[in-house]
């Protein structure tokens, strides 16, 4: 069976969880970075890999808003991505996200695209108290 040499694969998944203990957890940006990292590690990648990333792909975080939270997490990541999103507000995002991402790998637009999200409501409430 001959696959295409543009076949969207993924390499690598990562997830980061805080637990009631552990709050008031990182703030949103810094969990994204140890996911992407944590994603290149479990593809047996160096973490630097990270800073190859054409694509990233972040899923809306609502609780936590940031001024541009794409070109914050690249600047922490060292890549100079050309693709950037945001999703808009949705319990389909990642899944959207990943879609997009893997529409980017199958047209040649990038080789090595991010996709990360998480939400901070626990966190927030906690930092409330």
Partial sequence: MHVPARTPVIIGVSQWTARREDLPAAEPLTQWEKVCIGAAEDAALPPSTVRQAQALMITDC???RYDDPV???AERLGAEPKVG???TPSGTAGQTMLQNAADLVRKGE???ALVC???A???VRAYRK
């Fill in 117 to 119: 999200g998480g939400e």
């Fill in 71 to 73: 070109a914050r997490l």
């Fill in 62 to 64: 609502m609780s936590w």
């Fill in 85 to 87: 999103k945001i999703s």
């Fill in 110 to 112: 990038v080789d090595l």
């Fill in 121 to 123: 409501l626990a966190s």
